[in-house]
């Protein structure tokens, strides 16, 4: 076996054999298969696309390239999510939380932000003094303790994805189906939870910019947890528009934090509720979604999950009540508000835009390892289907540096399509696939 005739034959068009793809993975990570060849059968890949099988043992393969997280120290049903990207998405400190007060264990792995989609870690550390790296005993210790623990992702874990996606990211092989849905199981795989719910973006902010191909990517992702024997949900979810008013880090954890204590943006509510009632229905707390709903709801109510969240912030080192206020620690200097010069409905939102200008803002990094500024970023005071009026709001820009903040005003005019009738409402949720 060698890494050309592996590449020949996928160019060709044919179905790749486990050993095959074994072989190759494990070549990419001990060097014997070259970037180069990666990068061909990568676009091989991408032309000739790969069966359900082929796409599940690539997973596999990938997930055991390297270190795998052992939760089982970790009593009950270990329950995970994982979204593929979005602006403004701030799900998971209120779905851990909600999960986690209805006593399932949640220990989450997350990553930083790259590009116009913000990253839960970066969220996090708005927070002033909270930790995401511990240790692997402090992170196991804390979820038996408390059910949730929030930490960045280990270096060693998936290494054969980490060189594969650095090579897809310049050679046009992002957008692969069965590429991102391999990328993205393999870590979840890796990362040790029984159960896990995935919130697929779709729409002009996503990876996914249509229905059908993200229906096919869920499809492809549940079928890859059910061979790996783990079970998983699929929550398609709309990303035309960013999700909650805000966007940038510290105002995301403020806007998370509303909605724990009930005054949150009606959609993300309703998108935390699903996944939540998925994650507690994956773990065993409840015997139908129905019922896990009920459950969700209640905790939300009842201002458990927001006790959840300032537990879970004491415990990696921040202070439970600076969460009231995140946002007021440490302000951005400057805050301007962008006015409407026309009447009219907003039809659309330009929403990877916003996300862009946002990471211009200082939000985000172009680049692994760049600084970021924690309290940048925008809340919208409007957005698709709503009738503005001349001078009206439409969303104030918080900023640090002057000229960013006139590159993001100048950037902001470009964000809306208008019309003088409103557009079809979509719903939040768009579909749910699970096994
Ligand atoms: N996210 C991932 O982790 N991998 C992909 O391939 C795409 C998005």
């Given at each position: 076996m060698n890494a050309e005739d592996i590449i020949r034959a996928k160019r060709d068009g044919r179905e790749l054999t486990r050993d095959e793809i074994n072989y190759f993975i494990?070549?990419?990570?001990?060097?014997?298969?070259a970037d180069y060849q990666a990068a061909a059968w990568a676009m091989a890949v991408y032309f000739q696309g790969m069966t359900p099988r082929e796409t599940s043992d690539l997973a596999i393969a990938m997930a055991y390239s390297g270190e795998v997280m052992d939760l089982s120290a970790i009593e009950g049903i270990k329950v995970d999510k994982h979204s593929t990207g979005g602006v403004g998405d701030k799900t998971t400190p209120v779905v851990v939380s909600l999960c986690a007060a209805a006593g399932v264990p949640v220990a989450k792995l997350s990553g930083r932000g790259l590009g116009f989609t913000g990253g839960t870690i970066d969220k996090f550390e708005s927070i002033p003094g909270f930790r995401t790296e511990l240790s692997r005993q402090e992170f196991i210790d804390q979820v038996n303790r408390i059910k949730a623990a929030?930490?960045?992702?280990?270096?060693?874990?998936?290494?054969?994805?980490?060189?594969?996606?650095?090579?897809?990211?310049v050679t046009a092989t992002v957008d692969s189906i069965p590429l991102i849905a391999s990328s993205v199981m393999s870590?979840?795989?890796?990362?040790g939870?029984?159960?896990?719910v995935l919130d697929i973006k779709v729409g002009q902010g996503?990876?996914?910019?249509?229905?059908?191909?993200?229906?096919?990517?869920?499809?492809?992702?549940?079928a890859i947890g059910r061979q790996a024997g783990r079970r998983v949900a699929a929550i398609l979810s709309d990303m035309n528009r960013p999700l909650g008013w805000a966007i940038g880090n510290a105002l995301e954890i403020q806007e998370a934090v509303d909605t724990l204590r009930g005054r949150g943006p009606d959609d993300l509510t309703e998108l935390c509720l699903v996944l939540a009632s998925y994650m507690v229905y994956l773990g065993g707390a409840a015997p139908s979604i129905e019922e896990a709903r009920a459950v969700a709801e209640e905790i939300l109510a009842g201002g458990k999950g927001y006790h959840k969240l300032c537990e879970m912030v004491a415990h990696q080192g921040g202070k439970a009540e600076d969460l009231e206020r995140i946002a007021e620690i440490k302000p951005a200097r400057l805050q301007v508000e962008i006015r409407a010069d026309r009447a009219g409905y907003i039809r659309g939102l330009r929403t990877d835009e916003i996300g862009r200008i946002v990471m211009r803002l200082g939000a985000g990094r172009e680049r692994t390892g760049e600084a970021i500024d924690h309290a940048v970023g925008v809340k919208l005071r409007c957005k698709t289907g709503d009738l503005v009026e001349v001078n009206d709001t439409l969303a104030v820009i918080y900023a640090n540096d002057p000229q960013r903040l006139e590159e993001a005003k100048k950037a902001w005019s470009e964000v809306y399509t208008w019309g003088e009738d409103p557009p079809q409402p979509t719903p939040i949720?768009?579909?749910?696939?699970?096994?």
């Open positions: 494990q070549g990419l990570v001990n060097g014997r298969v929030v930490i960045s992702q280990t270096g060693n874990l998936v290494p054969a994805d980490k060189i594969l996606y650095a090579i897809r990211d870590k979840k795989i890796a990362s939870a029984d159960g896990i996503a990876f996914m910019k249509d229905l059908d191909s993200a229906t096919e990517l869920a499809e492809s992702m549940v949720i768009l579909g749910t696939i699970a096994d």
